[in-house]
Nanobody
């Protein structure tokens, strides 16, 4: 059994910063990619950023230069540093990871989400 647990969501003023964390736990053998998605009210879930096991990253155009994804492989944790936040960044942020367990192949796992609200 693998679980992803996000934390760090909050209410923040425009221009502010937040750091999201997502820790993977369970009988993990290897984590391939890790990613952050977000879903705003009335909109489809969209990819925010990804990071591969070797450290290569990819970002949505809307967050380039403002958000930074990183990971700590020793802690099975991925982070999303969000700076210069805008009201349009308001969404539920979800952690996603491709994980191979000790007894199975590579599967896609999701966290339950953490709310980020950018408002004055």
């Amino acid at each position: 059994q693998v679980q992803l647990a996000e934390s760090g969501g909050s209410l923040v003023q425009p221009g502010g910063s937040l750091r999201l964390s997502c820790a993977a736990s369970g009988r993990i053998f290897r984590i391939n990619f890790m990613a952050w998605y977000r879903q705003a009210p009335g909109k489809e879930r969209e990819l925010v950023a990804t990071i591969q096991s070797g450290g290569s990253t990819n970002y949505a155009n809307s967050v380039k230069g403002r958000f930074t994804i990183s990971r700590d492989n020793a802690k099975n944790t991925v982070y999303l540093q969000m700076n210069t936040l805008r009201p349009e960044d308001t969404a539920v942020y979800y952690c996603n990871a491709g994980i191979q367990t000790l007894s199975s192949g590579l599967y896609d796992y999701w966290g339950r989400g953490t709310q980020v609200t950018v408002s004055s």
